[in-house]
């Protein structure tokens, strides 16, 4: 009976972590439904089963989060944590609470994990089921982590690769006349499916010039949002451009030619690696197979005319 509520507990557990990694990229779905709804003036009052589940799994995580990043919560910790929050697409206020909330569950579940599988495999040693729990839980502990960064380091990657169609594109909008928020505009209604990242800090951006904040703070924000150097360089050159009167077009015309001038030498760097790569796959999985292959029929053959 002991064990049939162990493995119950723990599967409840198990899963509870796993709802608690989706309530976050249900939030981040939902915020950018939202925004879309805003700015096409449209929005949908019924909502999927995610955005009804959302506040309530929100809530549960939030109040986990304020019990176990007691003091942590109340440092600049947690002004770095809701920084990387916001650059990983995640917008909530109470995000830095909801996040610890799913390190707390994720440790509870992994422990129960792997309780159900030392009682699985009967395993009895005090000293290795406590190495094993502890582990476990340090696991579900730190694996949110390792996803968020993985998370700014993919959103990151994706701002890198379309931030140069979109400043030609902005360079066209300016050069035909327009100002630079309806090229970012512009930016962001063509690029809205190609590049999704990139638009979604135009958009923000766009919503918060429109809210009264002013084109440098904007821009600021926007650096901040997107970790990048790229976008960084780029907000400092708008900037510094309109504060000493330069032409706009011309200067991200260079900037989008600089930017196409790094990537391909990014290119050529790793195709000169790609042989070193190489070289272990095939001194150590590739050859060995074909020289199986090729010597193993010619060695049975020999051994077959000796023997015979």
């Given at each position: 009976?002991?064990?049939?509520?162990?493995?119950?507990?723990?599967?409840l557990a198990?899963?509870?972590?796993?709802?608690a990694?989706?309530?976050?990229?249900?939030?981040?779905?939902?915020?950018?439904?939202?925004?879309?709804?805003?700015?096409?003036?449209?929005?949908?009052?019924?909502?999927?089963?995610?955005?009804?589940?959302?506040?309530?799994?929100?809530?549960?995580?939030?109040?986990?989060?304020?019990?176990?990043?007691r003091?942590?919560?109340?440092?600049?910790?947690?002004?770095?944590?809701?920084?990387?929050l916001?650059?990983?697409?995640?917008?909530?206020?109470?995000?830095?609470?909801?996040?610890?909330?799913?390190?707390a569950?994720?440790?509870?579940?992994?422990?129960?994990?792997?309780?159900?599988?030392?009682?699985?495999?009967?395993?009895?040693?005090?000293?290795?089921?406590?190495?094993?729990?502890m582990?476990?839980?340090?696991?579900?502990?730190?694996a949110?982590?390792?996803?968020?960064?993985?998370?700014?380091?993919?959103?990151?990657?994706?701002?890198y690769?379309?931030?140069?169609d979109?400043?030609?594109?902005?360079?066209?909008?300016?050069?035909?006349?327009?100002?630079?928020?309806?090229?970012?505009?512009?930016?962001?209604?063509?690029?809205?499916e190609?590049?999704?990242?990139?638009?979604?800090?135009?958009?923000?951006?766009?919503?918060e010039?429109q809210?009264?904040?002013?084109?440098?703070?904007?821009?600021?924000?926007?650096?901040?949002?997107?970790?990048?150097?790229?976008?960084?360089?780029?907000?400092?050159?708008?900037?510094q451009?309109?504060?000493?009167?330069?032409?706009?077009?011309?200067?991200?015309?260079?900037?989008?030619?600089?930017?196409?001038?790094?990537?391909?030498?990014?290119?050529?760097?790793?195709?000169?690696?790609?042989?070193?790569?190489?070289?272990?796959?095939?001194?150590?999985?590739?050859?060995?197979?074909?020289?199986?292959?090729?010597?193993?029929?010619?060695?049975?053959?020999?051994?077959?005319t000796?023997?015979?």
């Amino acid at each position: 009976m002991a064990i049939a509520v162990s493995y119950i507990t723990s599967v409840l557990a198990f899963f509870s972590f796993a709802a608690a990694v989706a309530a976050l990229t249900l939030g981040d779905r939902a915020f950018n439904a939202r925004l879309a709804a805003l700015s096409s003036g449209a929005a949908d009052d019924r909502g999927g089963l995610g955005a009804r589940l959302w506040p309530a799994l929100h809530k549960v995580l939030i109040r986990w989060g304020e019990k176990a990043g007691r003091g942590s919560l109340d440092t600049d910790k947690r002004a770095d944590l809701r920084m990387r929050l916001v650059q990983a697409g995640f917008y909530s206020e109470r995000a830095a609470e909801a996040f610890f909330g799913i390190r707390a569950i994720g440790a509870l579940g992994f422990a129960l994990l792997a309780i159900v599988l030392l009682l699985a495999f009967n395993v009895t040693n005090l000293t290795w089921v406590g190495l094993a729990i502890m582990l476990a839980a340090n696991i579900g502990l730190f694996a949110p982590n390792w996803v968020l960064q993985a998370r700014i380091a993919e959103r990151s990657k994706a701002v890198y690769h379309g931030l140069p169609d979109a400043i030609d594109l902005m360079v066209v909008s300016l050069e035909a006349g327009a100002t630079l928020s309806v090229a970012i505009q512009r930016v962001e209604e063509e690029f809205r499916e190609l590049h999704p990242v990139l638009t979604e800090q135009f958009g923000i951006m766009l919503d918060e010039m429109q809210a009264g904040a002013s084109r440098a703070e904007a821009l600021s924000r926007l650096a901040l949002r997107s970790p990048t150097d790229e976008v960084r360089g780029l907000t400092t050159m708008i900037v510094q451009s309109e504060a000493v009167g330069a032409s706009l077009g011309d200067t991200l015309r260079v900037f989008a030619e600089e930017m196409r001038k790094t990537r391909f030498m990014d290119a050529e760097r790793k195709a000169a690696e790609l042989p070193v790569k190489l070289a272990f796959p095939l001194v150590f999985c590739i050859f060995p197979c074909l020289t199986g292959v090729l010597f193993i029929p010619v060695a049975i053959r020999y051994a077959r005319t000796l023997l015979a």
